[in-house]
Structures are given as structure tokens and as C-alpha cells.
């Protein structure tokens, strides 16, 4: 299969970005990968790059404003454009007791990389997007992110920074009609990864989700042009949509009058995005 599509991923050097990646490679993709872990991202580079340079990587700490423009930059300047950015990168305070000075800090740096760096990435992304003419922006929350388990005492701060992305995700669906930009976050459960390692044994009973359930997540955010502002549940016996308005609260206001203000804080997105297009010189 082939296209002249692009992705940016970021936490992509191995496990579940890594899996993306390889399957967004199989659609025809060019994928560019930002990550921490430099010899790991290199070698996962070469690996999707095995039959034809289809992949970039390059170092992207997430909590860089900077560095993440240097990636989107890098990614359009490489492969002409990014119709995909996908906002994986993340980390888990598992296992502490959150009340010691230590562990706060670290959870503290949860929040930073699984949430505020995901509003950078948002900021730095959405005017490559545009650019294109339209995509779609996914982020990697969590199972998490929607309700708690028997053991969120044990994570609370990974779980608030998860919850986060999620009314993050439900806040842009706007960006579709403002600018033809698609949002989604993709929540797993319990996925055999690095990351969980961390949980001491915790999770050992719990059914994980197979990697390929994870990967159907993402691609069907990307092939489902009615998927916005959703969660897309990978669970361990398959995927599942959660939609936006099934949460849409409030509003005594008609219909009309809603449509109304929806439409002009539409087209006031899009002149700020038509402006951070000119003004990024992107
Ligand atoms: N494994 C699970 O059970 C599970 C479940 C739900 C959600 N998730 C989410 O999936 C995403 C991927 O995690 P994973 O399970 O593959 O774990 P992982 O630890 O193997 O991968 C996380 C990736 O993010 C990178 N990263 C960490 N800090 C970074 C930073 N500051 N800048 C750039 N990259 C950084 C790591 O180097 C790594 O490549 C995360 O957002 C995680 O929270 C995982």
C-alpha cells in the first residue's frame, strides 16, 4: 500500500509507538519518530527502514516546547508535510507513596510529560496540520483516563495526567470543523510493556491487551472519519468507541443558538491557526 502520507510520533522508540509506527509504515507511510532514548529510536529507525528510507528519528525530549517544534519542523521539512501527529510519549509514577517529598517530584514530572507536553505538542502540531490542509491528532491516554481500578491509589497522579489528555481530547473536537483536524485518544488497558514493569507485580492477574488490539486502536482512529473528540477503548477483548457527546453536559441554549457560537469560535480557531501558519513560516 502506498501514500504520500506523514506521521510524526513521539515516544515511538519502541513498545506500543513502536508498533504504530511499524503498521503506519505497512499503510504506505512516512513516519518521523522523537524520542529519548536515542540508540533505541536508531535502531528502530533502521528496522522501518529495511526496504526503503520511509523513517526519521530524531531526539525530542516532549517537555521541550523547542525541541517539539524542532521535531514537527524536522518531520515537514524532511517528507513535505505531517497529516498525522500522534502524541505518544509518556511516563508512570507506579509504586510510590505519593506523599514523600522524592516521589512527588517524580509524579510532578508525570504531569509534565503525559499532560502538559501533550498541550505543547497540540500547539506545536496543529499549525503543521493545517498547513496540510487537515489530519488527525491522536493522543495516547489511558484506560485510566477515563475511570480508576483497584490499584489507581497506588498511580493517582499517572491517573489524573491520563484523565487530563482525555478532556483535552473531548475540548478540541471543534478543531475538525475549524480546521479539518480530527482528534482522538486512544486508551489502553494494561499492555505488556516497559512501562508497567514498574507495577511490582500488581498487574500479573489482569488480561493484557494484545499489541495488535492496541494498533487496530490507532489505525481505526486514523480510516473512521467519524471519529472525534472520542476515546477509542484497546481492551483486552477488542476495541471499543466512547463518544465525545455521550459526555457533553450542560447548555440550556437552543440548538441554533449553540450552532451559532460553535460556528464563530470555529472560524476564530482558524484565524489563529491561519496566522501561527504565516507567522511559523511552516
Ligand atoms: N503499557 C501500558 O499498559 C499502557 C496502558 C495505557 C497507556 N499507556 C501509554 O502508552 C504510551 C506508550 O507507553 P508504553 O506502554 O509503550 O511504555 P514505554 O515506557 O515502553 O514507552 C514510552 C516511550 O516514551 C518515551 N518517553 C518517555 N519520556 C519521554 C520524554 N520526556 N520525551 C520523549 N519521549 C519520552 C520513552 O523513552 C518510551 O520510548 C504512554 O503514553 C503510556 O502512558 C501504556
Not at 491487551?209 to 486514523?222: C, E, R, W, Y
Amino acid at each position: 500500500m502506498s501514500t504520500n502520507k506523514v506521521a510524526v510520533i513521539t515516544g515511538a522508540a519502541r513498545v506500543i509507538g513502536k508498533a504504530v509506527a511499524e503498521a503506519f509504515v505497512a499503510r504506505g507511510y512516512r513516519v518521523v519518530i522523537g524520542d529519548v532514548i536515542d540508540d533505541v529510536g536508531t535502531e528502530t529507525v533502521k528496522e522501518l527502514n529495511r526496504n526503503a528510507e520511509v523513517a526519521f528519528y530524531k531526539h525530542c525530549d516532549v517537555t521541550s516546547y523547542a525541541e517539539q517544534e524542532a521535531l514537527f519542523r524536522f518531520a515537514a521539512e524532511s517528507f513535505g508535510g505531517i497529516d498525522v501527529a500522534i502524541l505518544n510519549a509518556g511516563v508512570a509514577e507506579i509504586g510510590g507513596p505519593f506523599l514523600a517529598q522524592e516521589d512527588l517530584e517524580v509524579g510532578l514530572r508525570n504531569l509534565d510529560v503525559n499532560t502538559s507536553s501533550v498541550i505543547r505538542g497540540t500547539k506545536v502540531a496543529l499549525p503543521h496540520l493545517h498547513k496540510r490542509g487537515g489530519g488527525v491528532l491522536i493522543f495516547t491516554a489511558s484506560i485510566v483516563g477515563l475511570g480508576t481500578n483497584y490499584f489507581s491509589s497506588l498511580f493517582p497522579i499517572y491517573t489524573a495526567s491520563k484523565h487530563a489528555v482525555v478532556g483535552w481530547t473531548r475540548s478540541l473536537a471543534i478543531m475538525k470543523d475549524a480546521v479539518g483536524v480530527r482528534v482522538c485518544a486512544i486508551c489502553p488497558s494494561w499492555v505488556e510493556t516497559d512501562i508497567i514493569k514498574m507495577s511490582s507485580g500488581f498487574v500479573d492477574a489482569e488480561n493484557k491487551v494484545p499489541m495488535s488490539t492496541v494498533v487496530n486502536a490507532f489505525l481505526l482512529a486514523i480510516d473512521d472519519p467519524s471519529i472525534n473528540g472520542d476515546c477509542i477503548l484497546a481492551l483486552p477483548h477488542g476495541v471499543e468507541v466512547e463518544r465525545a457527546d455521550q459526555r457533553r453536559y450542560g447548555s440550556e441554549a437552543s440548538e441554533e443558538v449553540k450552532n451559532a457560537y460553535w460556528k464563530e469560535i470555529a472560524a476564530a480557531h482558524r484565524e489563529t491557526l491561519d496566522t501561527a501558519v504565516a507567522k511559523l513560516n511552516i
